[in-house]
């Protein structure tokens, strides 16, 4: 039965992916405190918006059709 081995940069594949992955992670321009307090609560000012939007949408097309095949 043969036996078949991985070449050296195979194996040292998975080394050098984790060393690149620090790497580019160092290089990234992190937000401040500040900055991404603010924008997590524009997103979640947003998602409320969004919601009571799409409720309300909801709301309406849901008395439609009450009244429309319901017929009350």
């Known amino acids: ?7 050296a940069e195979k ?3 998975g080394f050098k992916l984790f060393g690149n992955v ?3 992670l160092k290089k990234v321009t ?3 405190r500040r900055e991404a307090i603010y924008l997590t ?3 979640l000012l947003v ?3 969004i919601g009571l939007i799409l409720g309300g ?7 439609l059709i009450e009244k429309i095949f319901i017929g009350s």
């Not at 039965?1 to 070449?7: F, G, K, L, S, V």
């Not at 949408?57 to 008395?63: K, T, Y």
């Open 47 to 49: 998602a409320v918006i």
């Open 57 to 63: 949408i909801d709301w309406i097309f849901s008395l």
């Open 11 to 13: 194996k040292g594949r």
């Open 22 to 24: 620090i790497a580019e």
């Open 30 to 32: 992190w937000l401040s």
């Open 1 to 7: 039965m043969a036996q078949t081995t991985q070449p």
């Open 41 to 43: 609560g524009l997103v």
